[in-house]
């Protein structure tokens, strides 16, 4: 069965310091990997995503991920956090020749002016 | 584009009674789902449809009816409300490529934030 770990529930960041935001997964077959990102009383937004190819993947707003097969990790990094990031934010999986998309259980990240 | 569209924005309902949620798409996109997202359990697929006609069950389908008549519009009906539903629904679609059918990132809708007393 597919699934998909972030195993913090809150990540606290000085601003101007790096952020990540941990996610891992479980699949059986090739995955293709999501983060979005919620603020307050909104719909998810799309930052990046990994299908194939290079696995450092550049998304939205500076973020950056890396895809770890050898680790089943999908990291989501800043190299310098904002205020303006502090959000909640959502790993998700779903393995090619299937439909089903499976989230994480969400990361709130805090940056701390 | 208005992106994806839900309506209501907040409904209050009595146990058992239905309702429908409405979920609109203007990006011509093949593949809509809906999930409802709970504090600790992040967003859970309750019912997902790859094209006109075409449905299927996600994670948590129990007590949800969805139909797909057309591309645009993907409603989601809750038959006999109950308080385990209160929850806040949101609707989504994505490109569904034609030959392979991988669907490619999703665009959410503002969401429904729905309690059942």
């Known amino acids: 069965a597919q699934s998909v770990a972030q195993p913090e529930d809150q990540v606290n960041v000085a601003e101007g310091n790096p952020l990540t935001v941990k996610c891992t997964y479980s699949?059986?077959?090739?995955?293709?990997l999501f983060w979005y990102v919620q603020y307050p009383n909104r719909g998810l937004q799309f930052l990046l995503k990994?299908?194939?190819?290079?696995?450092l993947v550049k998304g939205s707003y500076g973020f950056e991920a890396e895809f770890n097969k050898s680790q089943t990790s999908f990291h989501l990094k800043k190299p310098s956090a904002l205020v303006s990031d502090s959000a909640l934010y959502f790993c998700?999986?779903?393995?090619?020749?299937?439909?089903?998309?499976?989230f994480g259980t969400g990361t709130r990240l805090k940056v701390l002016a | 584009n208005a992106g994806v569209t839900q309506t209501p924005k907040f409904q209050v309902l009595k146990t058992g009674q239905s309702m429908t949620l409405q979920c609109a798409q203007d990006?011509?996109?093949?593949?809509m789902s809906w999930y409802r997202q709970d504090p600790g359990m992040g967003l859970r697929l309750i019912h997902y449809?790859?094209?006109?006609?075409?449905?299927d069950q996600g994670e948590v389908p129990n007590g949800y009816n969805v139909s797909r008549s057309t591309t645009e519009d993907f409603p989601l009906r809750l038959l006999s409300a109950a308080p385990s539903q209160t929850s806040v629904y949101f609707c989504?679609?994505?490109?569904?490529?034609?030959?392979?059918?991988?669907?490619?990132?999703?665009?959410f809708g503002p969401g429904t934030r729905l309690t059942v007393l």
């Open positions: 990994y299908i194939t190819g290079d696995n």
């Open positions: 990006m011509n996109h093949e593949y």
């Open positions: 989504a679609s994505s490109y569904s490529h034609p030959t392979s059918g991988n669907t490619d990132t999703q665009y």
């Open positions: 998700a999986v779903r393995t090619s020749g299937t439909y089903k998309y499976i």
């Open positions: 699949v059986s077959g090739n995955p293709y």
């Open positions: 449809s790859v094209g006109a006609g075409i449905t």
